[in-house]
């Protein structure tokens, strides 16, 4: 058989009652594993706990550990892994894995969206389908992969649009690349696998994240720099644009560090060519600002942060998001 390494972050799939009211994480990998007794015979477990944490706890430093946790089990010999944890920011986790975890065996994160205890509780049905998804031969060069309810999404793409539904995950901009059905992984698309980062350079830089509101007028942009950011990421409006009283602003801070433009929508590409008034995204890449291509915000804060690790500026940064344009 297969090996399989399941590594456990905590999360609402972990969560029980707690003595002071509600859920809190306290299930570890071991009782995991043990509650979905199918998973013997999909691969040999190897079974640990990192953390138990709610995801919203998980911080950046954690997933490159966890990243070069999972290349030394690749290293000897593991075929597969599974991360689990919370909801919240599996999304970033992914990205996380996708960018730092290099070569073509399987990493897949899920969850679960109702507690351990709860009426139809969703979370031995993921364990199990991620298990299979993990020591799939399918599921090989696809990058890191989140699979829930049955759906397979690339890191890369998936975004949580939910805050209760089992159903909570969706790509938008492509939707999921695959499902588990009868018991069985199947790939409806592949996404190309891009240049891997390395774990070994440690935790991301800090990057502040900026999303636009109607009437903002950038006033907060100048202290950034002063607070210890090593960069920025703008979510601007529609495909990344800023009030034209702002983009002074924006340019003033892009001389000092440098800033990633995203955008707030749900799906979609930053455009790079298109307007041309004050704020839009001629003007603003005009005065340095990098694209974010079709990233989101979240996840162009983290490549950033990756990009600018070592005290590196605004080629680092460039050449990272290149790929993703």
Same mark, same amino acid.
């Not at 509780?121 to 399918?138: E, H, I, M, T």
């Not at 009868?182 to 935790?203: C, F, S, T």
């Not at 991301?204 to 509101?213: F, N």
């Not at 291509?293 to 070592?310: E, F, I, P, V």
């Given at each position: ?28 990998a071991?009782e ?9 015979t ?34 000897d010999?593991?075929?597969?892994a ?38 139809g509780?969703? *979370? ?6 991620? =298990?299979?998804?993990?020591?799939? +031969? &399918? %599921?090989?060069?696809l $990058?890191? #992969? @989140? ?30 690349i ?5 018991g ?25 994240l ?20 090593? *960069? ?6 529609? =495909?990344?644009?800023?009030?034209? +009283? &702002? %983009?002074?602003?924006? $340019?003033? #801070? @892009? ?10 929508s ?60």
């Amino acid at each position: 058989m297969k090996r399989l390494l399941m590594l456990s972050l905590g999360g609402t799939i972990t969560m029980v009652p707690s003595a002071g009211g509600g859920i809190a994480p306290k299930l570890g990998a071991a009782e995991l594993v043990a509650s979905v007794p199918e998973l013997a015979t999909v691969a040999t477990i190897e079974a640990e706990s990192a953390a138990r944490l709610p995801s919203p706890s998980l911080t950046p430093t954690i997933l490159v550990e966890v990243a070069r946790r999972i290349e030394a089990a690749f290293a000897d010999g593991v075929d597969g892994a599974v991360v689990i944890q919370g909801t919240d920011t599996i999304e970033e986790s992914a990205f996380i894995l996708d960018a730092l975890v290099g070569g073509d065996k399987p990493v897949v994160m899920t969850g679960a969206m109702r507690g351990a205890d709860a009426p139809g509780a969703d *979370g031995p049905a993921n364990l199990l389908a991620a =298990a299979r998804v993990a020591v799939s +031969d &399918a %599921a090989r060069g696809l $990058g890191a #992969l @989140a699979v829930l309810n049955y759906d397979i999404h690339a890191a890369r793409f998936v975004q949580k649009t939910h805050t209760t539904l089992p159903s909570a995950f969706a790509s938008p901009l492509v939707g999921p690349i695959g499902a588990v059905a009868e018991g069985r992984p199947r790939i409806h698309a592949r996404v190309q696998r891009l240049p891997v980062l390395p774990a070994a350079d440690g935790p991301p830089a800090p990057i502040a994240l900026i999303t636009w509101a109607m009437g903002d007028d950038g006033r907060m942009l100048a202290a950034l720099p002063g607070l210890g950011y090593a *960069g920025a990421v703008i979510a601007g409006m529609g =495909a990344g644009h800023v009030p034209a +009283d &702002a %983009a002074d602003a924006v $340019g003033t #801070l @892009a001389a000092r560090v440098p800033v990633v433009l995203a955008s707030r929508s749900a799906a979609g590409p930053v455009f790079t060519s298109t307007y041309g008034y004050a704020g839009g995204e001629i003007d603003l890449m005009g005065r340095g600002l990098v694209s974010a291509g079709m990233l989101t915000a979240l996840k162009a804060r983290l490549l950033l942060g990756l990009a600018l690790r070592g005290g590196a500026g605004r080629d680092a940064a460039a050449r990272a998001f290149a790929p993703y344009a």
